[in-house]
Structures are given as C-alpha cells and as structure tokens.
C-alpha cells in the first residue's frame, strides 16, 4: 500500500436496461463502498468511479419489449439506477453514463490508436441477417428450438430454460426475433483483436505476477489462459452503440465489451482535470470490483487492450464476488425472482444499513451464497439490535443516569484487569479489521466489528455499574468503578462508530450526533484510541440505531417475492401485429402439466363486477379491490397497481376464482383471485365477458 499514492477504485456498470437487485449490491457495489469508504477514512488519495452501460444487445432487446427507443430505455433505467445507489449510499465520486459525448469520443480515440498501431485483425466472416428487418442479428436476436431440451424459444447464445451455451448454428429452425424472418447467411466484415498474441504476457501478469489474487479470480484467468485466446471481433452490425470511427464502417459499432470498460477512463475524465493521474501513472492502484461473470472481461480482455494501447496503468486486484441467490433460487429478472433495492428502500424506510450488513455479513465472497428474509430479520433483531445496538443504547442510558450525561473521569487507583483487557480488544480491533479490508475480505472484518460492541456488552455485564450503584452509600470506591466501566464503554462507542463507518455509514452518523462530535473522528487514525472523548463532555440522549423487524413484515416480503414471481413469455419469438406491435409466443415451457375434467370442475370461476379499488399503501404493485359477486362482496388484493388506476377499472367485470383460500397480504385478507392475461410487452389485460352479465354468473 505504501507504494501507492493514489487509489483508483471501479465498480462494474450496470446494464440501463432495469433496475437493480440486491444481487447487484452484494456482487460489487457494497464491497467496492466499503474499500472506498475505508481508504477515504485513511486520508488517502481516492477516486471512485462508476456508471451505466447503455450499449449492447440487452438495451435494444428491452426497447422491443417495452416498445419504445433504446434512448428512452436508458434514459428511464440510468436514472432509477443512479438513485437506487444513493438511497443505499453508494458513495461514488461520479456516476456517469455511457453515452455521454466524452466516452463516445474516449472510445473512439482508444479505438484508433490500436487501429493506428495496426493491432486490429480485419476479418470477413458470415453471420445471421435478417432480409425483413433488412439488418444482422447478434446471437440475442436468434431464436430458435434448443438442441439440448427441446424448448422452441431459446436464444442464439443461451437456452434460459436448461442453461445450455449455444451458437445460432446449433439451434433447430432458427427464426429472427425483429420479423419471425428465417435468418441468411451474409458476408460482413468486421475488425478483431488478436488476444492470442497477449497469452505470454498475461501468463506472466496474472499467472505468475498475481498470486495473491482470489482462488476464483486466479483459477478462471489461469483456466482461460490455459485453453488458448482467440482472437475476439471488437465490432458489431448494429444502429445502436458508439459509432467505428473508420470511413467504410456504416452501420458498425463497437463491441459493447470494447466500450464498456472505457467508460471507467471517460467518467474519471467527466470527474476531474487530473484524470491522467489516477489512469496513466505506475504509482497508482487500480481496483475493479466485479461480480464472476465479468471476471474474464477485467482480467483478460481490458488488460490486453490497457497493455496494447500503452499509456494506462493495469488493475492491481479484480477481487470479484459469486453470486447471490435468493430464498435457495438463483435471481432470475425475467421472472421477477429478485429483490428490488428501489422497492426495498420503500418497503424499509430508515433501514438501509440493515441491507448493507446484511449483504456484507452473508457476502458470496468465495462462493455462492443465499439470501433469505429469515436471515434477514435474525440478523438484524439478532446482531445489529440486540449486540451493536443495545450495547451502544445501554451506554448512553446508563452514562446519562449514573454520571449526569456527562462522560465520566478515569481513575487509576480502581483500574483492574478487566479494564486493561478492554482496552487492549478496542486496539486489536482496529487492527483487525484494517487487515481483513485491506485483503478485501469485508465480512471477516464486518465480524471483528460486531464482535467488539458483542465484547464491550461482556464487559458491561460483568462489571454490573447497575448493581454497583445501590452500593454508593456504603463503598467510596463505587462512583470510581462506576465512571471507569461507563467511560471506558463510551469511548468504546466511539471506535465502533469509526469501524463501522465504512459498512454503514448512516449508523455511524447517528452515533456522531449523540456524541456531539464532528465527522472528522471517523479518520482511521482515531481508531484503537481510549481518548476520543473528552472528560465532562456532556453527550445527547440515546436513540435507537435499529429497530426489531417483525415476523409479519418478513412474511409480506416473502408473499411479495412469491405472488411477483411470474412465468416466461418470450417475446423474441413473437410476431408482429398490424399496428407493429410485438406479440407473445406461448411457449412449450409456460405450458402447465395436462388435468382432467374433475381437476377444473373444483374451480368456482364467476363473474364479478369492481365496486370499489384503492391502492394499497406501501405496497406499489397492490391494489385493494370490492368486488360485487351478485351474492356477496368480496375483498381482493391484486397485483395489478403498476398497470392500472383504481378510477380505471371501477365498475369493469371481471373473472373471479371465487374458491380460492384467503390469504393475507400486507395485513388484508384477500379473498379470490382475479383472472388476467399478459401480452408479449408484460402489459395486464382484463379476461372478462363480451357483454354485461349479472354478477355472480358462473363460468363454465
């Protein structure tokens, strides 16, 4: 670290085609926060950059769904990203975007000089067109029957159904996803970067220079070096993406993995003058924290280019995290299996800190981990209220009832074992957690912390300053032994708000304020200190830093994960209506198992009539609605608020599961089901007869 003096920190952009999951925060942002936060507190010299990726097929592919430009796509989902970050105060110095002008041009600049160098192999190959669409189809927008289980509508990369890889070429019946179009075949031309010629260096780089690497790290790179690099096309055929600054490249863009990582280079540009400082000089540390999936793009491929370009440092450490399931599922978007940090924070209000210990204790560092709401809640009610919390409230309650709020004087004469081994853990800590942070391992370090406050709560225990206040009156040593314990617990206060700070900031915030104490004691080298807290220094009341979760929350959240999960339509392989709308294509794997007539004949399906509907408060895809069954009206709770108005769908008819078991969803028993039906663009549609029919009237 000494040999450094400056740090240049990034964290993977995230594709503007969604929000973002608490998948994402565990993979990279949270662990990248943490470092930046930790190194910032040491007084040193840092950047940390960020922003969204707002090129690639996956863009183009979420304009077709949604139905609009691929502008507006990444217009709406940078935005919500960019406040999703700094509701969970992710502390970036920039978060920046890829079509800003300045990557554009930072690009294609670091295109040129490679292409100048005459690095780029310039190669003519066939690919899949499109004669309708009149364009080439990236891998994505093939869609064609899985060669492996039989699904109709797997990608041309992926079958999302098995998890099989593909190339077009091995899909039976291959079919556009613009025009339903049966592809060709086409010459194109396109420009590559022979990575093969690299395979030396990186051995030497990573393989031999980069030891110390993480175990998956390490392991992928030696595996793909060991295999043999290919070289790889740095363009695509494509109307959307940084345009390939060359005269005879109409419709060619450069390759999203190209542009992508520039876009680190371009935001420290957007940030300061002295960008130069942090990319193109050797005394520079540069960190990517990245999820697995990307780990061969970082160590590989951006490193190859940062080596053949020649003026920019290379990555230091790529310490990237596995992945995260949820409730023993991998996350899937397109099922809506995720937790949303945009509905989080509306859903938890005040409780951000919570997620980030969360994620940080539970962290897939070396391996797959999974999140729970159960978890959740056992390590919040568990460790952050009932250790960190209840010692830290403990200290103030006891400081402001024994010793006048004030921080209490210590005294030598009564100082005992005990007191020096407090002191001695409160230095070790700070020591502790500096080693763990500076291996990147987060949640070894984030224990250290919590096992302090769980030792201060020890030390508490035993010295008993409760009890030993009854004996005032008859021991003249007791205000002594009392002011030794509390003063000792206060300034152990203070260094848990300067270890802690880094994980959850806003938890270190409040204990400033109770503290009346400035934000300058969270500089690193306050930590391990017993004198942070000056003698009569009069303190604030205590406030609660976390409250107990309850179980009904725990259990809405989990009736939330379930009732949003939804089946896969894919529209890739839809057709197109007369007004161009994309339609759904109803696939063999949306089928549900074949039943009898006597399995239908349990359902009660009747037509009922919405007397009433309102939105359900905290709750953004509720509605509660009144439905009039003829005889009797029901209570239904439907997940239909982000599709439609309550004054839109008053007095509509509708198709009532009228025998369905009551369940309670956000404390409001929900009786029945309403019918819907979703098209290819994910919009509800209301299943309801032709004509008006009594309510009540059975469906057969």
């Not at 894919?570 to 294509?585: F, I, L, M, P």
Request: proline fraction near 4%; charged fraction near 25%; aromatic fraction near 10%.
């Amino acid at each position: 670290m000494n040999d450094y003096k400056r740090i240049l920190i990034t964290a993977a952009l995230p594709y503007a085609n969604g929000p973002v999951h608490i998948g994402h925060l565990a993979g990279c942002y949270l662990p990248a926060d943490i470092y930046a936060r930790y190194q910032r507190a040491q007084k040193r010299d840092v950047v940390f950059v960020g922003g969204s990726d707002e090129h690639g097929v996956p863009i183009t592919i979420r304009a077709m769904k949604e139905g609009i430009t691929p502008q507006q796509v990444v217009d709406k989902y940078h935005a919500l990203i960019k406040e999703s970050m700094e509701q969970m105060h992710i502390s970036f110095d920039i978060y920046s975007r890829t079509s800003n002008e300045v990557h554009h041009k930072t690009s294609q600049d670091f295109f040129l000089n490679l292409y100048n160098k005459g690095l780029f192999e310039e190669k003519e190959s066939e690919q899949y067109y499109d004669e309708k669409a009149k364009t080439f189809l990236a891998d994505r927008y093939i869609v064609g029957t899985c060669p492996v289980c039989a699904n109709p509508n797997a990608y041309g990369d992926q079958c999302e159904k098995c998890g099989s890889s593909l190339s077009p070429e091995q899909l039976i019946n291959p079919r556009s996803a613009l025009s339903d179009a049966v592809p060709v075949k086409r010459t194109t031309k396109h420009w590559y970067f022979p990575l093969q010629q690299y395979e030396g260096w990186l051995k030497e780089w990573i393989i031999e220079g980069h030891k110390e690497w993480k175990n998956n790290v390490y392991g992928q790179c030696k595996s793909w070096i060991d295999s043999g690099l290919q070289s790889r096309a740095m363009t695509r055929d494509s109307n959307w993406g940084i345009r390939v600054p060359l005269p005879d490249a109409d419709g060619k863009v450069l390759y999203v993995w190209f542009d992508a990582p520039i876009g680190y280079i371009s935001a420290t540009k957007e940030l300061t003058d002295k960008w130069a400082d942090y990319w193109c000089k050797a005394d520079t540390k540069l960190v990517h924290f990245i999820g697995k999936d990307n780990i061969v793009f970082h160590c590989i491929i951006f490193p190859s280019m940062l080596k053949a370009h020649g003026d920019f440092v290379l990555p230091d450490n790529v310490p990237a995290n596995e992945f995260l399931n949820i409730e023993g599922e991998k996350v899937s978007t397109s099922r809506n299996w995720a937790v949303w940090v945009h509905e989080y924070v509306q859903d938890f209000p005040g409780c951000e800190d919570v997620l980030r210990y969360v994620l940080c204790s539970n962290a897939p560092e070396n391996k797959d981990n999974d999140f729970t709401w159960k978890d959740f809640q056992d390590r919040n009610n568990n460790e952050l209220a009932s250790i960190f919390g209840n010692f830290v409230n403990r200290t103030f309650v006891l400081m402001h009832k024994l010793c006048g709020g004030k921080v209490p004087k210590l005294h030598e004469d009564v100082y005992d074992e005990r007191d020096i081994q407090v002191v001695a853990d409160i230095k070790a800590a700070k020591e502790k957690v500096e080693s763990f942070i500076e291996q990147y391992k987060f949640r070894d370090a984030l224990f250290e912390v919590i096992d302090l406050a769980r030792k201060g709560n020890k030390y508490m225990q035993e010295k008993e300053p409760w009890i030993v206040a009854k004996s005032l009156a008859a021991n003249p040593d007791a205000q002594k032994l009392i002011d030794n314990c509390l003063h000792l617990c206060l300034q152990l206060t203070a260094n848990l708000a300067i270890l802690i700070n880094p994980f959850l900031p806003g938890t270190a915030k409040k204990m400033l304020h109770m503290m009346k104490v400035v934000e300058k004691m969270l500089e690193w080298h306050n930590a391990g200190s017993t004198k942070l807290l000056s003698v009569g220094y009069t303190l604030r009341a205590p406030e609660l830093l976390f409250r107990k979760i309850e179980d009904a929350e725990i259990a809405s959240q989990i009736e939330k994960l379930k009732s949003g999960l939804v089946k896969t339509v894919e529209v890739t392989g839809g057709k197109k209506d007369d007004s161009g709308n994309q339609t759904a294509v109803q696939t063999t794997a949306d089928k549900k198992a074949t039943i009898v007539y006597d399995d239908f004949a349990k359902m009660d399906l009747r037509v009922g009539k919405i007397v009433a509907a309102e939105k359900v408060e905290k709750a953004d895809k509720l509605l509660k609605l009144s439905v009039d069954l003829g005889f009797e009206t029901r209570t239904i709770v439907s997940g239909i608020a982000q599709h439609f108005k309550p004054e839109e769908i008053t007095g509509k008819q509708v198709v009532v599961v009228a025998n369905l078991a009551p369940r309670k969803m956000r404390g409001i028993e929900s009786n029945g089901m309403i019918l819907m039906a979703e098209d290819g663009n994910g919009k509800l549609h209301f299943v309801n007869p032709e004509e008006n029919i009594n309510a009540g009237a059975g469906v057969n």
